[in-house]
T-cell receptor
Framework: DSGVTQTPKHLITATGQRVTLRCSPR?????VYWYQQSLDQGLQFLIQ???????AKGNILERFSAQQFPDLHSELNLSSLELGDSALYFC?????????????????FGPGTRLTVL | AQKITQTQPGMFVQEKEAVTLDCTYD???????LFWYKQPSSGEMIFLIY??????QNATEGRYSLNFQKARKSANLVISASQLGDSAMYFC?????????FGAGTRLTVKP
């Protein structure tokens, strides 16, 4: 158990709908990352938050948004869902392990939310 | 351009033997981190080992070691004394600043 929790575990919805995925980081971790894992695209970084503020953006679609709250939990909002959005969505949180090597935080992943869009 | 390349889609190893999973990366940065993660069939991503670009020594964590060859830009994972529970997908990843990239993964099957 990594200490990162994600809810729900599974989500089935229809095209055009909107869903919210929730993540609670490990105690003490300030950074939260969101990833999408699909069969055709592999594992892709979506976005990072650090202590409530957006820190980095990856391949996140405009239909997707995220935020990190004062208690450090994070939510990923997916709207106008398409069939191709079906994937496993991971949240990760991090602790820095090398202060001389910026950005080399070790990320601990949650169990993921499997989203199925029908 | 592909940042992380894992050339072995699938590998087989006999229980109790060692196995090496290949990973090459592409970067022009001097400061970066290399990671290996394991994804069992249950789906979770489990952190295994980390190597910083400035680290002189190869990283080791229990039965896992990382064979880091900086000039060749390779970061191969060595699993010693394979166990049945090691059967899983293994992903190599690189962090440059705030960008984290993953390879396509290698599916390892440990045979009894």
């Amino acid at each position: 158990d990594s200490g990162v929790t994600q809810t729900p575990k599974h989500l089935i919805t229809a095209t055009g709908q909107r869903v919210t995925l929730r993540c609670s980081p490990r105690s003490g971790d300030l950074s939260v990352y969101w990833y999408q894992q699909s069969l055709d695209q592999g594992l892709q970084f979506l976005i990072q938050y650090y202590n409530g503020e957006e820190r980095a953006k990856g391949n996140i679609l405009e239909r997707f948004s995220a935020q990190q709250f004062p208690d450090l939990h994070s939510e990923l909002n997916l709207s106008s869902l398409e069939l191709g959005d079906s994937a496993l969505y991971f949240c990760a949180s991090s602790v820095p392990i090398d202060t001389y090597n910026e950005g080399t935080d070790t990320q601990y992943f949650g169990p993921g939310t499997r989203l199925t869009v029908l | 351009a592909q940042k992380i390349t894992q050339t072995q889609p699938g590998m087989f190893v006999q229980e109790k033997e060692a196995v090496t999973l290949d990973c090459t990366y592409d970067t022009s940065d001097q400061s970066y981190g290399l990671f290996w993660y394991k994804q069992p069939s249950s789906g979770e991503m489990i952190f295994l080992i980390y190597q910083g670009s400035y680290d002189e020594q190869n990283a080791t964590e229990g039965r896992y070691s990382l064979n880091f060859q900086k000039a060749r830009k390779s970061a191969n994972l060595v699993i010693s004394a394979s166990q049945l529970g090691d059967s899983a997908m293994y992903f190599c990843a690189m962090r440059e600043g705030y960008d984290m990239r993953f390879g396509a993964g290698t599916r390892l099957t440990v045979k009894p």
